[in-house]
């Protein structure tokens, strides 16, 4: 596709369940990031990828998040054990590289933690 | 560590009014500087960005931005406001140099623009 394609756009669990939140970059783009959107708050950096690098994942807010990258294109947000304070929008960007400053964001995923 | 505040939570202008919507930011050094609109079922899609040099930077849509560094600032600005320029406007900054992603940004809390007809 021509965008970032995130899935689902919305997605309801219950707490302690775990999920998966899928990111499609832009075909070519080697960076790739999450972000997180709770309520009433700004963009929180969470993790981002460059091609083959190892991640920086300082943003991770606790060891119940990870994500892979595969292939170098699609990643994978995992939440294990979500609490309730994990309810925010999930965005994926994603630009030509790091050093490469125009994000390209998708639409996001909206999770809620019942 | 690098913040960003934008003290506006909520602005609401008539449609042909000017605008001005307020960022400050603390960082280090010379920061990269970036204003972000996000439309209702949208994502974020950049209006402008401030590396260094002109600190009155144009954009997107008619919008323009300046840089002061006295003040630690980064004021987004239209002289005209349209209907469809309704949106969720976000400041961010970039941290510079040391191998540091340009796009591993800080964001402020976001400031709603409602436009009157």
């Known amino acids: 596709g021509a965008g970032v394609s995130q899935s689902p756009s919305n997605k309801v669990t219950e707490k302690g369940k775990d999920v998966e939140l899928r990111c499609d970059p832009i075909s070519g783009h080697t960076a790739l990031y999450w972000y997180r959107q709770s309520l009433g708050q700004g963009l929180e950096f969470l993790i981002y990828?460059?091609?083959?690098?190892?991640?920086?994942k300082s943003g991770l807010p606790s060891d119940r998040f990870s994500a892979e990258r595969t292939g170098g294109s699609v990643s994978t947000l995992t939440i294990q054990r979500t609490q309730q304070e994990d309810s925010a929008v999930y965005l994926c960007?994603?630009?030509?590289?790091?050093?490469?400053?125009?994000?390209?964001f998708g639409s996001g995923t909206q999770l809620s933690v019942l | 560590a690098q913040s960003v505040t934008q003290p506006d939570i909520h602005i609401t202008v008539s449609e042909g009014a000017s605008l001005e919507l307020r960022c400050n930011y603390s960082?280090?050094?010379?920061?990269?500087l970036f204003w972000y609109v996000q439309s209702p079922g949208q994502g974020l899609q950049l209006l402008l960005k401030?590396?260094?040099?002109?600190?009155l930077v144009q954009g997107i849509k008619g919008f323009e931005a300046e840089f002061k560094r006295s003040q630690s600032s980064f004021n987004l600005r239209k002289p005209s406001v349209h209907w469809s320029d309704a949106a969720e406007y976000f400041c961010a900054v970039g941290a510079q140099g040391g191998g540091t992603s340009y796009g591993k940004l800080t964001f402020g809390q976001g400031t709603i623009l409602t436009v009157h007809p």
């Open positions: 960082y280090g050094a010379t920061p990269y």
């Open positions: 990828f460059q091609g083959n690098s190892a991640p920086d």
């Open positions: 401030y590396f260094s040099g002109d600190t």
């Open positions: 960007a994603s630009s030509l590289s790091s050093t490469n400053e125009k994000l390209f």
